[in-house]
C-alpha cells in the first residue's frame, strides 16, 4: 500500500492528473455544445428516450478517445522512471521487482478507472444539463440506464486490458516516449482502418473499436473477443512481469 501511495505522490508534478480529468471532460463538452448549437436535429420523436441517442455518441467518443488517454498514461508514468534515470535506485531499495512492477501497473490501472468515472459522470451531467437548457430534449423524463452505462465500463475495460500490458511492457522496455506511443498508436490506426475485417479481433489495439455503436444485448461474436482477450492479457502479463523482474536493467 505504501509502494501504491508513493507511485501516486510522483504523479503530483506530472501533467498525469490533469490529463485524466481534462480528457474526461472532452468528450461530454463537445457533445453538449454540438446539441445546443442544432436543437432541432436532435430533439426526439414523442416517447423516445433521448438517451439511446446520446448514449450512442458517448460511448462511441469513449471508444475512439479513452485509448488514447490509456496509452499516454501509461507513457507518462513510466516515463518519470526513465527521465530521472532511477531505475537503478529503484532496484536498489529492499522492495522486491515483483512489488515494483505490480505497483506502478496498480497506478495506471486505478487511473484508468478513475478516467471512465469521471468520463461517464460528466457524459451523464451533461445529458442532465441539456434537459434543463432545452426541456425539449426529453432528458428529464426518462431515466438514466445506468446498468448499460455500468455493463459498457465494464465490457469495455476488459476489452483493452491486453492493450494495457502490452502498451506496459513497451513503455519500459522503449525509452523514447514518442516511439513507444508511436507504436501504439499505429496498432489502433490499424485496428480502427480495418475494424471490419473478420481477423482483426487478433490484433490487440483493436479491441475496442469492435465495441462501437454499442448497445443491449452484445452480438455473439463478443463471446470470442472476451475469450481472445483474457488470452492475450494472461500472455502479456506473464511475458512483461518476467522481462521486468529477470532481464530489465533500467
Known amino acids: 500500500m505504501k509502494l501504491f501511495y508513493a507511485e501516486f505522490i510522483k504523479l503530483k508534478n506530472t501533467f498525469a492528473l490533469w490529463l485524466t480529468l481534462l480528457g474526461a471532460l472532452f468528450i461530454p463538452l463537445i457533445l453538449f455544445g454540438t446539441y445546443i448549437s442544432d436543437v432541432k436535429a436532435f430533439v426526439p420523436g414523442k416517447g423516445i428516450s433521448p438517451w439511446d441517442d446520446f448514449l450512442v455518441r458517448t460511448l462511441n467518443g469513449c471508444c475512439f478517445f479513452s485509448i488514447g ?50 468520463y461517464l459522470s460528466f457524459s451523464v451531467a451533461s445529458g442532465v444539463a441539456l434537459g434543463y437548457v432545452i426541456p425539449d430534449f426529453g432528458f428529464l423524463q426518462f431515466p438514466i440506464p445506468t446498468l448499460h452505462l455500468f455493463r459498457f465500463v465494464t465490457e469495455f475495460f476488459i476489452s483493452i486490458l491486453p492493450t494495457v500490458f502490452l502498451q506496459y511492457w513497451l513503455s519500459f522496455r522503449i525509452k523514447s516516449l514518442i516511439i513507444s506511443l508511436g507504436i501504439g498508436l499505429g ?41 481472445l482477450n483474457a488470452v492475450y492479457t494472461i500472455l502479456f502479463l506473464s511475458l512483461s512481469y518476467k522481462y521486468f523482474t529477470k532481464r530489465f536493467r533500467g
Do not use: D
Request: no cysteine; proline share 4%; aromatic share 16%.
Open 187 to 227: 496498432g489502433l490506426m490499424i485496428g480502427l482502418l480495418l475494424k471490419s475485417w473478420e481477423h482483426i479481433v487478433y490484433l490487440p489495439y483493436a479491441a475496442p473499436f469492435q465495441m462501437l455503436n454499442y448497445k443491449e444485448g452484445s452480438p455473439a461474436n463478443f463471446q470470442n473477443l472476451y475469450l
Open 69 to 118: 488517454f490509456v496509452l499516454l498514461i501509461i507513457g507518462l508514468i513510466i516515463q518519470i522512471e526513465h527521465k530521472a534515470n532511477a531505475w537503478k535506485h529503484l532496484f536498489s531499495l529492499p522492495i522486491s521487482r515483483g512489488l515494483i512492477y505490480m505497483g506502478k501497473l496498480m497506478v495506471i490501472l486505478t487511473m484508468v478507472l478513475v478516467f471512465f468515472a469521471f
